[in-house]
């Protein structure tokens, strides 16, 4: 079974900051898609950015990165020029497409503050 | 264009008692998962619904069941409560389940047992 594990339950930058936020996976699979959501203080989750595993370029969406190390099986998330609205849970999630969408494993969170 | 929606939004039960948490997909979205994020422990998966059929179910007890409407909405039911199910519920759908898609998510049920 797939485990994810974010070893920061909580994080705090300065805005304008930069933070990252740390992620680690097992899984004896070699093709799987991880994700990071976002949980702000109102609940509903989105989708920041998404990774393929068989993709070796990291992903980018605006002031979000990641760091994809396949190998060592770490996904952390790079937060640039930090708001207040990032403010927020993190979450990282990991998914086994087999032949399709099938259900997210998620960590356990990190929970993000931005100081003004 | 309408996102997930749940209901009811906040839920009190006392032990023993059964509950009924509602999901409405987004329009055209046919596969609904339903999670359980209690305290401290993430986001645990529940149930996946898919045309109206189980796909798969998380590791929880058979008190935890639900179902697919042919409109695509969902239920999901909890019997005999328990303390520890206190926790938020949340829905999430997405396209058809032969493809990877983004899961969107409700904003979720959260249900306390006294």
């Known amino acids: 079974a797939q485990t994810v594990t974010q070893s920061q339950p909580e994080m705090s930058v300065q805005e304008a900051e930069t933070v990252t936020l740390s992620c680690t996976y097992d899984t004896s699979e070699s093709n799987y898609y991880l994700f990071w959501y976002k949980q702000p203080p109102s609940r509903q989750m989105i989708l920041v950015i998404r990774?393929?595993?068989?993709?070796?370029q990291n992903a980018t969406e605006n002031r979000f990165s990641v760091n994809f190390q396949k190998a060592a099986k770490s996904f952390s998330l790079k937060i640039s020029d930090s708001q207040l609205g990032d403010t927020a849970m993190y979450f990282c999630?990991?998914?086994?497409?087999?032949?399709?969408?099938?259900?997210?494993?998620f960590g356990k969170g990190t929970r993000l503050s931005v100081i003004a | 264009e309408a996102g997930v929606t749940q209901s009811p939004t906040h839920l009190i039960k006392t032990r023993g008692q059964q509950v009924t948490l509602r999901c409405s997909p987004i329009?055209?979205?046919?596969?609904v998962y339903w999670y359980q994020q209690a305290l401290g422990l993430g986001l645990q998966f529940l149930l996946w619904y898919d045309e109206g059929e189980e796909r798969n179910r998380g590791n929880f007890p058979p008190r935890f069941s639900g179902r697919q409407f042919p409109n695509y909405s969902s239920e999901l039911n909890v019997n005999a409560l328990e303390l520890e199910d206190s926790a938020l519920y949340l829905c999430?759908?997405?396209?058809?389940?032969?493809?990877?898609?983004?899961?969107?998510f409700g904003p979720g049920t959260r249900l306390t047992v006294t």
């Open positions: 999430a759908s997405s396209l058809a389940r032969d493809r990877v898609d983004e899961q969107y």
């Open positions: 329009s055209g979205h046919t596969s």
């Open positions: 990774q393929e595993a068989y993709k070796q």
């Open positions: 999630a990991f998914m086994n497409p087999l032949s399709g969408n099938t259900p997210l494993v």
